[in-house]
C-alpha cells in the first residue's frame, strides 16, 4: 500500500487498527478500544516508500514494508514490536510498488512490483519468500504497467493454500490479464486469460462460492466504465457484464462478499453507488449519504474462517471516526426499482459512529432482529405517529380530511413513513433469504426422493427375485422328495428281484440233488 492507503483491522481485543502512510513518509499507526476509552498513537518507521499487513492464525500482525534500500520484516504480537531486515535492494534510481504480503503456514509470500527506473512504466513483478530465516527472490514477469491503474496485480490464495497470481500488461492496443499459479513454491507457466480494449484504471477481484468475479475499472472514448468480468475457477471466462457507464470520473470500485451475496461499490465524485448479484448483477443504485461526510477507500483484514484472515477493499468514513459501510440492509432484488435508492440506508457496524454524523437518515433494526420484534417495533412506530397525529388534530377524527398539519407532524409522520419503507426492505431481504433456503431444502428434499425411489424399486427387485428364488427352491425340494421315493421303490423291486432270484438258485440246486 502506498502513500493516501488505508488499512484497518481489529485484534484479539477488538480494538479498531488503522495504518496509514503520511505525506512525510511516516509508517504510522492508531488503536482506539472497543469502549472508545483508550487510543494508542504512534509511528514505526520514517522513509518508508510502500507497506502491507497480514495476520496469522495466532493474531499476531506481521508487516513488510520498503524503505530507501531495504524490505524490512516487523511483527506485533501482544502490544510488543519486533523488526529485521531480511532483504538490500541494489542501486538508487529504483521504485518499489505494490507491496503484498500473504502468510501461508509459516511462509511470508511477499509480493512487490520492482522499476529500475521509476521514471518509465516498465516494471518486473517479484516474489520473496520469508521462512523466517532467509529470504529466496522469484521473478515472475516483465510488465508494461498503467500509469493511470491503481494496481497491476492481485494476488488470491486459493482454499488449497496454493496463490493464483492475476496481472495486466498493456502491448499499446490492449491490456492483456495474465495469470499463473504458485504451488509448491513453484510458479506455473503464464497463460492469457483475456485481453480488453481502452485503459484499464483498476480491477479488484474477489472469489464468490465456486467462481471468481472481477470488477474492471476502465476508460475508453470519454467514458468511464465498470464491467464485471465472471471466471469459472481459475482460468476459464464464464461472462463479461456491463455494469455501469458514466462520462464522470469513476473511483474506489470494489467487490464485497456480505452474508453470501456479492456486491459492488463505487465512487463517482462523492457519491457512492452499489450493486448486489443475485442470479445477476442489478441496476446500479445510488446510496443516500449525507453530502458532507467524506468517504475514503479502505483494505481491510477481515477474520473469515479457521482463524484466517483476508484482506478486502471497503468503503467507510474518513477519520476520526471510522464507519465501515458493510451492506446490512440494502435491497437484494434483481429488480432495482423495486425500491427507492433514497430510501436505501448503509449500517456502520465497526465502530460506534452516531448514525446522525454520517447517514442522511436515522433506521436502527438490526439485520439479525427476528421477525416478531420487527413487526413489534413497526406497531409501536405506528401508535406513536398515529397518536401525534390525532394531537396534532386538535381530537378531530382522522378518518375525514384533516387540514394541513403543523410543520412537527409532518416530519414525524414522514419518518414514520420512511421506518416502514426501511422495515418492508428488511421483511423483503429476510423474505427473499428464507425462499432461498427453502428452495434449497426443497431440492434436497426432491433428491432424496429420487434416492429413496431408486432403493424402493431396488428392494422390489430383489424381493421379487428373493420370492422367484424361493419358488424355485420349493419346485427342487418337492422334486428331491419325488426321486428320493422313486429311488427308494426302485431298491425295493431290487431286492425282491435279488430275493427271488437267489431262491430259485437255490431251489434249482436242491432239485438236482434229489434227482441224483
Known amino acids: 500500500m502506498k502513500k493516501g492507503d488505508h488499512l484497518v483491522f481489529k485484534d484479539k481485543k477488538n480494538s479498531l487498527w488503522e495504518f496509514n502512510l503520511t505525506e512525510d513518509k511516516s509508517l504510522v499507526y492508531s488503536a482506539v478500544a472497543e469502549d472508545e476509552t483508550s487510543k494508542e498513537e504512534g509511528r514505526i518507521d520514517s522513509d518508508v516508500m510502500e507497506f502491507a499487513v497480514d495476520i496469522d492464525d495466532k493474531g499476531v500482525v506481521h508487516f513488510v514494508y520498503i524503505t530507501k534500500d531495504s524490505l524490512k520484516y516487523c511483527t506485533l504480537d501482544e502490544g510488543q514490536w519486533s523488526s529485521k531486515t531480511i532483504y538490500r535492494f541494489e542501486g538508487k534510481n529504483f521504485a518499489i510498488r505494490e507491496l503484498g504480503l500473504y502468510l501461508i503456514g509459516k511462509d511470508a509470500n511477499i509480493f512487490y512490483i520492482f522499476q529500475k527506473d521509476f521514471n518509465v512504466n516498465i516494471g518486473t513483478i517479484c516474489h520473496c519468500l520469508w521462512d523466517g530465516e532467509k529470504a529466496s527472490i522469484n521473478i515472475i514477469s516483465d510488465i508494461n504497467m498503467l500509469p493511470t491503474g491503481r494496481v497491476n496485480y492481485q494476488a488470491e490464495v486459493l482454499k488449497n493454500g496454493d496463490i493464483w497470481l492475476l496481472f495486466i500488461s498493456n502491448d499499446g492496443r490492449e491490456v492483456l490479464f495474465k495469470s499463473c499459479i504458485y504451488s509448491n513454491r513453484v510458479f506455473s507457466s503464464i497463460g492469457l486469460l483475456y485481453a480488453l480494449k481502452g485503459n484499464s484504471m483498476d480491477f479488484h477481484m474477489v472469489n464468490y462460492g465456486n467462481e471468481y468475479h472481477i470488477l474492471n475499472l476502465s476508460y475508453d472514448n470519454q467514458n468511464y466504465m465498470l464491467e464485471d468480468i465472471c471466471i469459472e475457477s481459475p482460468g476459464k471466462i464464464k461472462s463479461i457484464t456491463k455494469l455501469y457507464q458514466d462520462n464522470r470520473p469513476i473511483s474506489d470500485s470494489l467487490l464485497l462478499v456480505y452474508e ?34 467524506k468517504v475514503n477507500l479502505y483494505y481491510y483484514l477481515d477474520q473469515v474462517r479457521d482463524g484466517k484472515y483476508k484482506k478486502k477493499r471497503i468503503l467507510g468514513t474518513a477519520s476520526p471516526n471510522i464507519n465501515l459501510i458493510f451492506p446490512d440492509r440494502l435491497p437484494i432484488s434483481e429488480d432495482a426499482d423495486t425500491f427507492s435508492s433514497n430510501d436505501s440506508k448503509m449500517t456502520g457496524v465497526e465502530t460506534s459512529v452516531p448514525s446522525d454524523s454520517v447517514w442522511s437518515g436515522q433506521y436502527h433494526v438490526s439485520s439479525q432482529s427476528s421477525l416478531k420484534e420487527i413487526m413489534e417495533s413497526s406497531r409501536r412506530e405506528w401508535r406513536q405517529a398515529l397518536d401525534k397525529i390525532k394531537c396534532n388534530t386538535s381530537g378531530k377524527s382522522i378518518d375525514k380530511s384533516p387540514p394541513a398539519a403543523p410543520p412537527s407532524c409532518a416530519q414525524s409522520y414522514k419518518g414514520w413513513s420512511s421506518e416502514m419503507r426501511q422495515n418492508l426492505v428488511v421483511l423483503a431481504r429476510q423474505k427473499l433469504e428464507l425462499e432461498k433456503k427453502y428452495n434449497k431444502l426443497n431440492e434436497e428434499k426432491l433428491s432424496l426422493e429420487e434416492e429413496a425411489d431408486k432403493l424402493k424399486k431396488l428392494l422390489d427387485e430383489e424381493r421379487s427375485q428373493k420370492d422367484a428364488l424361493q419358488e424355485k427352491i420349493r419346485q427342487l425340494e418337492t422334486t428331491l422328495k419325488e426321486l428320493e421315493e422313486e429311488n427308494h421303490k426302485l431298491k425295493n423291486d431290487l431286492e425282491v428281484e435279488m430275493n427271488r432270484g437267489i431262491l430259485d438258485i437255490i431251489c434249482r440246486r436242491i432239485k438236482g440233488k434229489t434227482q441224483s
Not at 465512487?267 to 458532507?292: C, H, M, W
Request: no cysteine; aromatic share 14%.
Open 260 to 293: 453470501n451475496i456479492l456486491w459492488a461499490f463505487w465512487k463517482v465524485e462523492n457519491k457512492v453507488f452499489y450493486s448486489s448479484l443475485t442470479g445477476r448483477l442489478s441496476k446500479a443504485q445510488e446510496l443516500s449519504i449525507s453530502p458532507d461526510v
